[in-house]
């Protein structure tokens, strides 16, 4: 059985004694049964150490109601995709869903449970030609909450395929002998690392630089800008910790998935329809994908 002792060492290496003390602190109160951390509930929210706006955000989440929520713009919600998209063989006007896969915290009041189905359509496929590449059009524009529909203008700030995913829930280390498996560090998709459910997250294993902590469905962290790209930070105000799920605060651009770019984020006229283009058009973006969608103004 792994020790209090030799845990706070083997955390206060990666982030620091005060983190290591917080997630040790967790580690003893809360065991858990292992499982994924897509289908953990929310119940345990308030037994988790915390402290500041990422503590208010879970806070305001669990004394939130049922109603269907008004949501902030720069709102981003973490997805998993339910639709295959093929370039060779998706139609015009198809249906494309998605699941939220984190409950998302509002700034204003209130959540977006985690389960939340997002829909849309394919705007436009074109098959690559005379050096042309191939493209995909499509556009997410309806939440529905508690049964009833939200019309949403999105942009998309990061996709990842399914086994990077996957890898993002696995932890970096194999459990030893008496490891609580919920407790041991995992990398997100860009790299943030996390020490194990209700401990900190830092931008990368060394740095000790916390950036937000974990969840029982995924993380609550401040979003920042990515260095040599076009995403960025907080917009609209909204500075309130994100629900990102496993992809890491300034997680940008596409993951795990050889041949694709984003051509157009969703940004630029017209707002919301998202433009992916591959060199071929034998490329298939399978369910299970990750994205991140942030809630944008519409006609801006």
């Known amino acids: 059985m792994t020790s209090k002792k ?16 917080v997630f040790c602190t967790v580690l003893l109160a809360q065991p858990m049964k292992a499982q994924d ?15 500041g706006p990422i503590s208010a955000a879970v806070e305001q989440d669990q004394n939130a109601t049922s109603a269907v929520p008004s949501i902030p713009l720069g709102t981003i919600l973490a997805l998993r ?3 295959t998209l093929s370039f060779s063989k998706t139609k015009s006007g198809q249906m494309i869903s998605a699941r939220v896969m984190q409950t998302v915290p509002l700034s204003t009041g209130g959540h977006i449970p985690h389960g939340s189905r997002v829909l849309g359509h394919i705007v436009e496929v074109s098959a690559g030609s005379g050096g042309s590449p191939a493209t995909i059009s499509l556009q997410f524009d309806k939440l529905i ?19 990077a995913v ?30 194990g459910w209700g401990g900190p997250v830092t931008r990368g294993e060394d740095t000790g630089q916390v950036v937000g902590r974990a969840v029982t469905d995924g993380v609550l962290v401040q979003v920042s ?15 309130s910790p994100q629900a990102l799920w496993v992809f890491s605060s ?46 944008n103004e519409a006609g801006k």
């Open 6 to 21: 030799e845990v706070e060492n083997r955390v206060s290496r990666r982030v620091g004694p005060l983190a290591a003390a």
């Open 37 to 51: 951390r897509s289908s953990r509930s929310t119940s345990g929210l308030s037994s988790a150490a915390s402290a």
């Open 81 to 83: 995709l339910n639709t």
């Open 145 to 163: 909450v508690s049964g009833q529909t939200i019309p949403i203008t999105t942009n998309l700030r990061a996709i990842a395929g399914f086994v």
């Open 166 to 195: 996957d890898e993002a829930q696995t932890p970096t280390t194999p459990a030893g002998q008496g490891d609580n498996y919920n407790q041991l560090p995992t990398r997100q998709i860009g790299g943030d690392v996390v020490f």
């Open 225 to 239: 800008a990515k260095e040599g790209t076009k995403c960025r930070g907080a917009l609209y105000g909204n500075d």
């Open 250 to 295: 300034d997680a940008c651009g596409v993951y795990g998935i050889d041949h694709l770019q984003v051509s157009d984020a969703g940004r630029s006229k017209p707002v919301g329809v998202i433009i992916l283009s591959s060199d071929t058009d034998k490329l298939k973006i399978r369910s299970g994908a990750g994205m991140l969608l942030r809630i």
